[in-house]
């Protein structure tokens, strides 16, 4: 059946083992793999296509008989092999002893998965069969397009299959081998129309005309130029079967026999011969076309294949981590796994406010919310004093009334100079306990999200942890708030070292002159007794007012960073570890997640499966490396058309290197 060269099947079976060997995995459950599926209308022959390329008979009958999606695994065998066949799906595999019991196989697999009646499915049936008699080729069939619902299904059931098609046939990844029977008119069929939505290039779209012996006289040209891509053009082309009718199946003509008849019939036919000679008519040749089509496919699609799977590894190992791994069952071990948790949860802490790197969480530097709090508070210092020293000025007129007291012109009265110093650090409180509460809030939210992420799946310990958070903030906020109305208290002593204030008086005083020698107006406006008097106060009220304010835009954020994140996570650290103190609750503690232990176990299978393809395609690589390699350096291989790529055929490519390499130097090509 199979006419391929020998060199041929040395590029066709380990494409299409390694594939099958993904989707064996169950890679599929991660991304699209190359495919081909079969889709066509009810009654379009697509049954019969299939039973010819695959030897055994499959379910017929009339309405709904594929209500599953069908992996339909075929691979060669050598003459005299016997035939092998086996059905998986769900948890049920299954070898099948004759081919005659394929089709009620199917039909109780289909049972199980949709249920009995004419219910349709999305999970999937794998047939796998070998033989001498079939080609080196894996099809997906697919549900047969219907639009009216008949007695014993859902109303909707054509949108069910529809969209069970289109799931499929809109992946980049799947050919869509659309079956249409050469009697009706090609471009109304729906099959087409759907594949010409997601393909509307017809890049991935390969046609199929059967029944031909049913076609109308006078209508066989219309038929030809269909075949030969003049009608409606598919990049990939058409090919034409004949497959047994139901009267040969009533007849019990063999396969065998209805493949003679097949190559008979187009031979012979004074239209359709042409279509033979120009190798596009039978099933022999549309299981070649098929062949090769789905093997350059596999080809084309590997590299995007393996960017996809790393970065699938990369995003479940991701996700695996965020799950945490789970308390030991051994009893003897939970108690140390609790404080090894807890431990770690407790080091991050200190981390997070030290400003150290931490295990879990987004590495997430505090300091740097923190700088911005405490640049803010600054500002907030300098505005105080930009609008104190604004007031000053713009109440000269009212000062010897409000201020001055029995002194000369000239003179500066100490205790007015204290009393608006104090008035206006007093105004300073109210703002830094804001703060305070501002930064405690940042703290603890980012306390909480560190205890969800590095005790993720134990919902109790999580809970606990955030109630002593909580509470430890309560208590360290009173404590800090205490301090800094203390340091506000201190700061209405009014006081500093004589020799800084000295400093910062007489630099205020060579900025005001050059201020005044710029500004000769403000001089004669000022000339006066009592604006002299005012000038000599703002100067010190400025001078005091820079020392007193650079003082508490260091001080507050000390006391703030001391009580509410150095001594806050100290005292976390000791509360947390007294609890083991009380063997009981180290159970209650360890409680995990309902929903976290499958997420992991989904993770982790996930993982390892995209580990074991990723394995495979990396032996698939170096094999073809090497396999290149030998025909390389042996002048005597390689001169035939097909370009060796691949290990040779009936050799597991992803086993035993070595010895497939042997083999390949012994290899002599043939040509059929």
């Known amino acids: 059946m199979n006419t391929l060269n020998q060199q041929y099947e040395e590029k066709v079976r380990p494409c299409i083992d390694l594939i099958d060997s993904l989707r064996s995995l169950g890679v599929e459950k991660d991304l699209a793999l190359p495919a081909i599926a079969v889709i066509g209308d009810q009654s379009s022959g697509k049954s019969s296509v299939l039973e010819a390329l695959s ?14 999606p069908l992996e339909l695994k075929m691979k060669r065998r ?11 799906y769900q948890d ?7 081919p005659a019991d394929v089709d009620r196989m199917i039909r109780e697999a289909q049972n199980k998965m949709a249920g009995v009646g004419e219910g349709i499915s999305n999970d999937l049936i794998s047939l796998e069969i070998a033989s001498p008699n079939v080609p080196d080729l894996t099809l997906i069939d697919l549900p047969g397009i219907t639009r009216v619902a008949v007695k014993g ?11 069970l098609i289109q799931e499929i046939i809109t992946k980049q990844e799947t050919i869509s081998l659309v079956v249409v029977p050469s009697n009706v008119d090609i471009a109304t069929t729906e099959a087409l129309k759907m594949a010409q939505e997601v393909d509307p290039d017809g890049d991935r779209t390969l046609g199929v005309l059967t029944k031909p012996d049913l076609v109308d006289k006078g209508t066989e040209e219309s038929v030809v130029e269909i075949v030969r891509n003049l009608v409606i053009h598919l990049k990939k082309g058409y090919m034409i079967v004949r497959c047994r009718g139901q009267k040969e199946i009533t007849e019990r003509v063999s396969l065998t026999e209805a493949t003679r008849r097949e190559k008979a019939f187009f031979n012979d036919h004074v239209h359709f011969k042409i279509l033979y000679k120009e190798n596009h008519a039978t099933v022999p040749k549309l299981a070649e076309k098929l062949t090769l089509e789905l093997v350059l496919h596999i080809k084309r699609s590997l590299p995007r294949l393996e960017d996809q799977i790393e970065k699938k590894l990369r995003e479940t190992q991701a996700k695996l981590d965020s799950c945490g791994s789970g308390p030991p069952a051994d009893a003897g071990e939970r108690l140390g796994f609790l404080i090894d948790t807890v431990a770690a949860f407790t080091k991050d802490a200190i981390g997070l406010t030290t400003g150290e790197e931490i295990k879990f969480g987004d590495r997430l530097n505090i300091f740097a919310i923190l700088r911005e709090q405490f640049a ?7 505005h105080f004093g930009i609008v104190f020293n604004q007031n000053i000025e713009r109440e000269v007129t009212q000062y010897e009334r409000r201020y001055r007291g029995r002194e000369l012109p000239g003179f500066i009265n100490y205790k007015t100079f204290e009393d608006m110093v104090k008035e206006q650090i007093k105004q300073l409180e109210g703002p830094a306990v804001l703060k305070l509460k501002e930064v405690a809030d940042i703290v603890t939210k980012e306390l909480f999200k560190l205890a969800q992420s590095s005790l993720v799946g134990f919902p109790n310990l999580i809970k606990t942890a955030q109630i002593k958070i909580e509470a430890i903030r309560k208590e360290k906020e009173i404590a800090a708030e205490s301090m800094l109305r203390t340091q506000f208290k201190m700061e209405l002593l009014v006081y500093t070292q004589d020799s800084t204030y000295s400093k910062k008086l007489g630099k205020r005083k060579r900025e005001d002159e050059q201020f005044l020698a710029s500004h000769p107006l403000k001089t004669v406006t000022w000339s006066n007794d009592s604006g002299a008097t005012l000038r000599e106060m703002i100067k010190h009220l400025k001078s005091y007012y820079k020392i007193a304010g650079q003082r508490l835009a260091d001080q507050v954020p000390l006391v703030i960073r001391y009580q509410v994140l150095q001594e806050s996570v100290i005292q976390l650290q000791r509360e947390m570890l007294q609890m083991f103190q009380d063997k009981k609750i180290t159970e209650y503690l360890l409680q995990e997640d309902p929903a976290i232990k499958p997420e992991r176990i989904h993770h982790q299978n996930r993982l390892k499966r995209l580990s074991m393809a990723r394995n495979l395609l990396t032996e698939f690589s170096m094999n073809t490396y090497n396999f290149n390699q030998v025909h390389r350096l042996d002048p005597n291989i390689g001169k035939d058309t097909a370009a060796h790529s691949l290990p040779p055929p ?3 490519p992803l086993k035993n290197g070595r010895r497939h390499q042997k083999t390949v130097q012994a290899h002599k090509p043939h040509r059929s």
């Open 55 to 68: 030897g055994v008979a499959l379910p017929r009958g009339s309405g709904i008989v594929t209500r599953c």
């Open 78 to 88: 050598r003459e005299g092999e016997k035939w092998y066949g086996k059905i998986s």
């Open 92 to 98: 049920h595999e299954e070898e099948i002893e004759d």
């Open 153 to 163: 299904q859902p109303e909707n059931i054509g949108e069910q299959i529809k969209a």
């Open 376 to 382: 803010a508070w600054k500002n907030i210092i300098e």
């Open 650 to 652: 009936h050799k597991n």
